[in-house]
T-cell receptor, first 113, second 114 residues
Framework: GAGVSQSPSNKVTEKGKDVELRCDPI?????LYWYRQSLGQGLEFLIY????????KSGLPSDRFSAERTGGSVSTLTIQRTQQEDSAVYLC???????????FGPGTRLLVL | DQQVKQNSPSLSVQEGRISILNCDYT??????FLWYKKYPAEGPTFLIS?????DKNEDGRFTVFLNKSAKHLSLHIVPSQPGDSAVYFC?????????????FGTGTRLKVLA
């Protein structure tokens, strides 16, 4: 498929464990975004990549959250020492150019017990 | 501080009628506004966008209207179809801010009744 893919689709983890979420954007898309949606909430911005650099990390909730992007393509979002409040759907999106309508992946549903 | 607000959590419309989804914003510096549709267990799908220099953009059954003086935008779906039943999010961003993060509203759940 040519869309944005994310893995895993679901992740259940214990409080205190680290998790790594992966995003494969649409080929050639230079801009990549991570959002999360908690139960009953809107989409909350986490981080934006242009190429491999992240001009805007302002949405990362704490220093337990980090993200990287390599080769201008795949991105990973890492959450260290997970907490129950980290439970949410983590969505990745990409766009050909910054600011264009971004295409979202199906999300990773994270549940921290 | 919620910069983008969707004050109606849900809306029900009869098939064939017009659906009007509303969105208000507080930041007059937003340059672009977008609407996304989201089905359960799927990521949001981009529908339509509008630049702040325009007041209307149309794409098939979907039209977005922007009223800058009122800081209000709306999405009109005509005619509404059962397949339009989904959660609709409006979003906005500023080009000049150096980032392209979208600020999303909390969504409106549309149900189109057959």
């Amino acid at each position: 498929g040519a869309g944005v893919s994310q893995s895993p689709s679901n992740k259940v983890t214990e409080k205190g464990k680290d998790v790594e979420l992966r995003c494969d954007p649409i080929s050639g898309h230079t801009a990549l975004y991570w959002y999360r949606q908690s139960l009953g909430q809107g989409l909350e911005f986490l981080i934006y990549f242009q190429g491999n650099s992240a001009p805007d990390k302002s949405g990362l909730p704490s220093d337990r959250f980090s993200a990287e992007r390599t080769g201008g393509s795949v991105s990973t979002l890492t959450i260290q020492r997970t907490q129950q409040e980290d439970s949410a759907v983590y969505l990745c999106a990409s766009s050909l150019l910054p600011g264009q309508g971004a295409y979202f992946g199906p999300g990773t549903r994270l549940l921290v017990l | 501080d919620q910069q983008v607000k969707q004050n109606s959590p849900s809306l029900s419309v009869q098939e064939g009628r017009i659906s009007i989804l509303n969105c208000d914003y507080t930041n007059s510096m937003f340059d672009y506004f977008l609407w996304y549709k989201k089905y359960p267990a799927e990521g949001p799908t981009f529908l339509i966008s509008i630049s702040s220099i325009k007041d209307k953009n149309e794409d098939g059954r979907f039209t977005v209207f922007l009223n800058k003086s009122a800081k209000h935008l709306s999405l009109h779906i005509v005619p509404s179809q059962p397949g339009d039943s989904a959660v609709y999010f409006c979003a906005a961003y500023r080009l000049s801010s150096g980032t392209y993060k979208y600020i999303f509203g909390t969504g409106t759940r549309l149900k189109v009744l057959a």
